[in-house]
């Protein structure tokens, strides 16, 4: 069975960090795009980040100024996790979290791609949400 595990939320103060964590069971991420999504309370779910497994890609959100930095790690077995290192967080980044794997981008050089990779449908697989809340 195919799962992502977003993990790592919780209540920050503003200014703060924290770190996301996105893990898959079922399936390796290479060749494919991870994005890290995120929704508000009603709010639209936006993308906020992309990685390439195998090509290392990356995109942000344009309005976020250059506070969050998205990366991959392997372990001896190539068993891989992407980060989302959120940094200098406001209260508007308040929201659930969600990272998602594109399957479809092993056919596309780079992996990421803004036009493609932020859209909610171009996305296979799905984690369950982790919430982050920045607040006083």
């Known amino acids: 069975e195919v799962q992502l595990q977003a993990s790592g939320g919780g209540l920050v103060q503003p200014g703060g960090s924290l770190r996301l964590s996105c893990a898959a069971s079922g399936f390796t991420f290479d060749g494919y795009a991870i994005g890290w999504f995120r929704q508000a309370p009603g709010k639209e779910r936006e993308g906020v980040s992309c990685i390439g497994s195998t090509d290392g890609s990356t995109t942000y959100l344009d309005s976020l100024e250059g506070r969050f930095t998205i990366s991959i790690s392997r372990d001896n077995h190539r068993k891989a996790v992407v980060y989302l290192q959120l940094n200098n967080l406001k209260p508007e980044d308040t929201a659930t979290y969600y990272c998602?794997?594109?399957?479809?981008?092993?056919?596309?050089?780079?992996?990421?791609?803004?036009?493609?990779?932020?859209?909610?449908?171009?996305?296979?697989?799905w984690g369950q949400g982790t919430q982050v809340t920045v607040s006083s």
């Open positions: 998602a794997a594109d399957l479809s981008a092993a056919m596309r050089i780079p992996r990421c791609n803004y036009e493609v990779s932020h859209k909610i449908q171009s996305y296979d697989y």
